[in-house]
């Protein structure tokens, strides 16, 4: 089993590299040229867990599947996905969620579920009280309840270090660093994030993500006239970009490795935080080690790959009470792009879908595509339409994923277990906007969602 274990993350580093971000596929060529580039202020990190860890072989960091692309017709994975590379800016991106449906499947009864988290024995076992509660709930919500209680199970016996492969590449920025190279390394490297790391004082110094980048965008337009000064600006000038905006810094979060899992999302979800770092302290040094990052997504696909009893989880969206559904923010293909930021800043948000004047959705605005848009330093990208700005795209970007109310957190769970998804647009038949469906939101479910038995 252990060289099954250790074929399978090889795989997976082969497939997905070694990124742990939702967009992070960093090629190995990319990287070192872009630590050779900018010498002393990129490190880039090889790490090998030769020596073996404490991970049963029961419980696989095997996150591999590949993310569907829109020209592999023969896919046949549980989403909805649509792109037309190159086509122009006001055809439709989305197709009907016709494929996310269960499959029969779904509908067998997992046996020894029970009893077991993720194909192993749950400790602890549920009182008369529980039983006598359970029988008298309908099936669907009993069997709801003991996959929610499972995954939490699960979540509470492994570590943050259990979701990470064997072998990765970390790639980790000096606080010296110019704003405008690191946005040229992230790009080159295909990642959106970086742990920083001040050489002075030796110390962990912060994460570097996307909302970094779109409060200089939002400097650089309250200050157009210095632009030359903000390609001077260096990563350890973000704290004054943030007070010179009246920005609220954003507290980063950090957990030690060998911390339950559990805690690691938990404290993701209490600091709205997509992502937390790894922080473990040199034995002799007693100085910190950045360890790696570990995303909303990569525990998601953990869950999902680990967990079988995801598939008790059979009660549609429109019963849940997931996601967002009201004063949803928009936008049109003429929209220009600063006013999707500005959406994106108000209102604390990643995303603002794109419709068309019938309300029928074509794309999704993210907020990673402002960093496509100031690479290289070249802020006039800002003055575009939201449809030039999404041609700007690569030619292999997957599409948007889509569901309906009458879709299923299982199914849902078995997309993110063969896909590298986002987030999902909530549709209607006919392709009209009727919600989202966050990343956040699905971990935040799966842990807070009450099992009505006092137990979380």
């Known amino acids: 089993m252990e060289d099954e274990h250790a074929l399978q993350s090889a795989l997976l580093d082969k497939a997905e590299g070694t990124a742990h ?10 990287a070192a040229a872009a630590a050779s580039n900018h010498e002393g202020s990129v490190f880039g990190c090889n790490v090998s867990d ?6 049963s072989p029961a419980v696989t960091n095997d996150l591999g599947g590949h993310a569907t692309n829109a020209h592999d017709t023969t896919n046949s994975h549980d989403l909805a996905v649509g792109h037309v590379p190159g086509a122009p800016a006001h055809l439709p991106f989305v197709a ?37 509660r359970s029988r008298s709930m309908h099936p669907q919500d009993r069997e709801q309840i003991e996959g929610l209680r499972a995954v939490r199970a699960f979540l509470k016996v492994r570590t943050s270090y259990d979701v990470l492969p064997l072998s990765y590449r970390l790639i980790i920025f000096d606080t010296s660093l110019l704003v405008k190279k690191s946005l040229n390394i992230l790009t080159q490297c295909a990642i959106v994030s970086a742990p920083l790391w001040d050489s002075k004082t030796s110390a962990f110094a912060g994460l570097l993500t996307v909302s970094d980048y779109i409060n200089v965008v939002q400097y650089y337009w309250q200050n157009q006239e210095e632009l030359g000064r ?3 600006f260096k ?11 009246g920005v609220t810094p954003i507290e980063t979060v950090s957990i030690h490795p060998l911390q339950p899992l559990y805690e690691a999302c938990r404290r993701m979800l209490e600091s709205r935080a997509r992502r937390i770092p790894l922080i473990d302290t040199d034995d002799e040094t007693q100085r910190e080690m950045v360890v790696s990052v570990v995303t909303q997504y990569r525990i998601l696909k953990f869950i999902s790959v680990n967990v079988k009893e995801t598939q008790m989880l ?5 019963d849940l009470k997931v996601g967002s559904y009201k004063d949803l923010a928009t936008a049109t293909m003429d929209t220009p792009v600063m006013d999707c930021i500005q959406m994106l800043v108000k209102r604390s948000i990643s995303s603002v879908p794109i419709l068309d004047k019938d309300g ?6 993210e907020s990673v595509d402002v960093i496509t848009l100031i690479k290289g330093g070249d802020y006039e990208n800002l003055n575009l339409s939201v449809g030039q700005a999404l041609d ?6 997957p599409g948007i994923y889509t569901c309906t109310l009458n879709d299923r957190m299982d199914t849902i769970y078995d997309t993110i277990r063969k896909s590298r998804v986002h987030r999902l647009v909530i549709i209607d038949e006919q392709n009209q906007l009727k919600g989202l469906l966050s990343l956040s939101d699905i971990l935040d479910y799966t842990l807070n969602s009450p099992l009505g038995d006092g137990d979380d």
């Open 21 to 30: 971000d939702e967009e992070e596929q960093a090629g190995h060529a990319a």
């Open 50 to 55: 030769s020596a073996g860890r404490a991970t």
């Open 96 to 132: 009907p969620s016709d494929l996310l449906r269960p499959s029969a499947s779904a509908f067998r009864p997992i046996s020894g579920s029970s009893g077991s988290v993720g194909g192993q024995t749950r400790p602890g076992t549920a009182s008369s009280a529980d039983t006598a």
């Open 230 to 232: 903000i390609d001077k």
């Open 235 to 245: 990563l350890s000038s973000l704290r004054d970009i943030e007070r010179a905006i």
């Open 314 to 318: 059979r009660k549609p969206l429109r």
């Open 360 to 365: 029928t959705v074509l794309n999704v605005f």
């Open 392 to 397: 700007k795209r690569s030619d292999d970007f």
